[in-house]
């Protein structure tokens, strides 16, 4: 007979990880056949909506602009908070004094004590400019990097979610290549999923099968 899992023994982050995947292709803001390009407005609205459906489907209850203006925290019928979130739209490489929410997260581990987990979900440049010859892969990598070495070890574990993406220039805008979900804890880095940013490129799909058929 199955154990029944009780709330403490419960993998909260890699359960979240799982279903977020999932849940990210879910009423997607672009379709191929008739909008190819989303505002940022659209994207973290789509985020917001990923982050309460993915709570609904493991009973927990979504409080979006909580404890002192955090994106959204989850929390248990008892009132007790399981995870923090923040979300950002610019770019990682831009470092701390643009991109907050690191920061922000590791405050709030001191205000939310017990908490299970705290989740970061921010868009990774890659590729080289011709102008400047920056390389923004290794840009991106370095501050992904720095986050490891920075969360210390007595923090609770971290969930990094991150849409890596070309930039196309301000007509195309992003053009999304991948995302990737990685837990920070102890100081380590582990990778625990990488896919298609978009569901059409999702092989066997039905997104895939049905955005051949309209083209």
Known sequence: ????????????LTDFATIFAHMWY???PLQLSWRDKAQRADWTTHIGITVRSTADLMGLFTHFESGGRTDAILKDNQDKAVAAFEWE?????????IVT???KLKKSCVTL????????????RTGTSPRSRDDYTKRSTAVLDGYTKR?????????????HFEWKGDQKNRRFVKMTIDEIAGESRNLLREQPAYPWEV???????ETKSSL
């Open 203 to 209: 092989s066997g799909s039905r997104s895939a099968q």
């Open 101 to 103: 929410e690191f920061e």
């Open 26 to 28: 879910r009423d997607f």
């Open 1 to 12: 007979m199955p154990v029944l899992t009780n709330a403490q023994d419960r993998p909260w």
């Open 113 to 124: 004590a017990g908490i299970r987990f705290m989740c970061l979900i921010g868009y990774a």
């Open 89 to 97: 739209w610019s770019a990682l490489h831009r470092g701390d004094e």
């Open 151 to 163: 969360w210390n070890v007595d923090l609770p574990p971290l969930l990094l979610v991150v849409i």
